[in-house]
Structures are given as structure tokens and as C-alpha cells.
């Protein structure tokens, strides 16, 4: 009887926690999009779509450069991106300044850009800003 009930209140903690993550989710996507309409949406278009006819800058509704791996999106927002990039097998070749805002208003405006449009992709939490930050920073000493 007791491995019942620890079962069901493990299930119930599980379901709990995914319902507060999905909050935290919709409340960082809102508070992204704002970022993103003041700033982002200049370059990457308000839909996402990027101005990918002459290779400007690249789309980010259904971007695998975006939503294959999280750290990709951390790096370019946290650092800005200098080089060759492909994206959705283009080649993209302009530089983008780094973004400097709090990590909060990073993780905020990748969780919006990674889960709109058609996207979804996991949450990005401000600490995880803040960890790419520090690295960087123990790496360039």
C-alpha cells in the first residue's frame, strides 16, 4: 500500500512540475516576444522567415541551426556569430553583434524564437545563460 501511494505522489510531483514548466515557458515566451519584436524582428522578419533570398540573414521558424542543439542559439544571442553558418542547408555568411541583455531577457527571447512559428524546442533557463556566460569568461582568460 505504501509503494502505491509513494508512486502515485511521485507521478503527481512529475505532473506538477511539467505544468510549472510549461508556465514558466509561456510567461518566458510573452516576455520574448517583446524582446524580439524590439530588436530581433529587424533582421530575422516578424514571422521568422529571415531575408534568405540574398543569404542576409537567416530564418528562424524552422531553423535546425536553432532547434537541433539549444547551445547553438545560446552562443549566438550570448557571443553574436562572425563566419560561415548553414542554416536548413544554406550557407549564411554575415556577422551578428552579440545581444547584451540580462540572462533572463536571453532565455527569454530563445524560448520565444525556439517555440514559435511552428518551433519546439526545451526550455532555456536563465542559469543556463548565465553558465555559457561564465565559461566564456573562464576560456578568454
Known amino acids: 500500500m505504501n509503494k502505491i501511494i509513494l508512486q502515485f505522489s511521485a507521478l503527481g510531483l512529475f505532473l506538477a512540475t511539467s505544468a510549472l514548466q510549461d508556465n514558466n515557458l509561456e510567461a518566458s515566451k510573452i516576455r520574448g516576444e ?4 524590439g530588436l530581433c ?3 530575422h522578419k516578424p514571422d521568422g522567415s529571415g531575408y534568405t533570398k540574398n543569404k542576409l540573414s537567416p530564418p528562424l521558424a524552422g531553423s535546425d541551426y536553432l532547434l537541433k542543439n539549444k547551445e547553438n542559439g545560446i552562443q549566438a544571442v550570448l ?4 563566419g560561415k553558418v548553414i542554416v536548413n ?8 553583434p552579440p545581444v547584451k541583455w540580462t540572462d533572463q531577457e536571453l532565455s527569454d527571447v530563445l524560448n520565444y524564437v525556439r517555440n514559435t512559428w ?3 524546442a526545451s526550455f532555456i533557463s536563465p542559469e543556463e545563460i548565465a553558465e555559457a556566460r561564465e565559461k566564456k569568461q573562464e576560456t578568454d582568460k
Open 89 to 96: 542547408d544554406v550557407e549564411y555568411d554575415r556577422a551578428m
Open 41 to 43: 524582428q529587424g533582421c
Open 118 to 120: 511552428g518551433n519546439k
Open 79 to 82: 557571443f553574436g556569430l562572425k
Open 34 to 37: 517583446k524582446l524580439y519584436t
